[in-house]
């Protein structure tokens, strides 16, 4: 996949990007190698430094590009997909680089989907305590969101571009958009799919934002769950607004509005995910996934899922070997990072009310 990101470089070595924010807009090639015998919807996190390909994803190999090496490799890439498709997927609240990496990977390859894979990682610091600091991170990264969609939407090499969103990337995302559709009168024909994964948004705000769009009917699919215990947080720091991912679609006034601005909604509220939280069930899921790559693949429109599947976490890797998928045992060199989001999964234990305030909530994970 591509990579452009506003996050700062990371000096310690190995790592390649920091939650920090960088003072201009960076690029990245990196190639991700998937086990073949896995189950979709899950990320198998390497269990040592030095990962197992046959089992285990790995990154083999991870460099740090020029503008003019990103464009260059771009167009080479998107000539080679059918439809000259691109998909850029942006991350969420709490979100180091790396999983950024590893789980668009994984959505990228379950979804079977013929595309060109592009990720916006914008300087979240993976912290359950720093939301304020994800929030302003991902307004400080607008700009430069817009920046890319411009491109893409500019680059004649370009035949349709796809989004996916979630949660706290759906701010960043719909602010980008809004920017756009205002400087250009209107969002570029070449947007065929602008997809909502459990958006941490006021459910108000967004009505503004995509009416300033006036976008074309289907073009959003929105992905909520009520049961979405991230999302009950958010609304009770954010003064007890609805967020957009949470809502009860056949309740009005949400039905009608919904409705009336022509958005797709897929309701997830019924599928079974380990995810305590229920935040992440859009990439879990793999009917929900499959479903993305149908979509993405012939445009039809997406159902509801009815089976979750968990994450399972560990260390991510990169370096160099010399084939994507080789056997057991292939040296990796240079940690991407060591990371344990087991931390932010056991979250849900800590929650015992959806009110709770999300200090509370941290608090509570500290101490344990």
Known sequence: MLVVTTRSEDPEPGVMFS??????????????????????????????QTPDPSREFTTVNARVLSKGQAIAAFDSRIHKTPKRQVLLFVHGF?????????????????????????????????????????????????DALEGVLQFLARDSNVGEISILAHSMGNWVTLEALRQMA????????????IMLAAPDVDFDVFRRQILTMDAKPSLFTVFISRDDEALAVSRRVWGNKPRLGAVDKDAEPYRDQLDQER????DLTDVDSPDRLGHGKFAQSPEVVRSIGARLASGQTLSDGHAGVGQKF???AAGAVSTVGAAAGVAVSAPFAIVDPRTRESLGEHI????????AAGDRLNAR
């Open 19 to 48: 939650g920090e924010r960088g003072d201009h807009i960076s690029y990245a090639d990196i190639a991700v190698s998937i086990p073949k015998e896995r189950i979709v919807g899950e990320v198998q996190w390497p269990a040592e």
């Open 94 to 142: 709490n979100t180091k680089f790396e999983e950024a990496v590893y789980r668009f990977a994984q959505i990228a390859h379950d979804s079977d989907a013929s595309i060109t894979p592009v990720l916006f990682t914008w300087p979240s610091r993976g912290n359950l305590l720093q939301y304020g600091y994800d929030h302003e991170s991902a307004n400080y990264s607008r």
């Open 182 to 193: 205002i400087r250009n009168k209107g969002l570029p024909a070449k947007i065929k799919n």
């Open 263 to 266: 958005i797709t909604v897929v």
């Open 314 to 316: 560990g260390y991510v």
């Open 352 to 359: 015992q009310s959806v009110g709770e305030p999300l200090q």
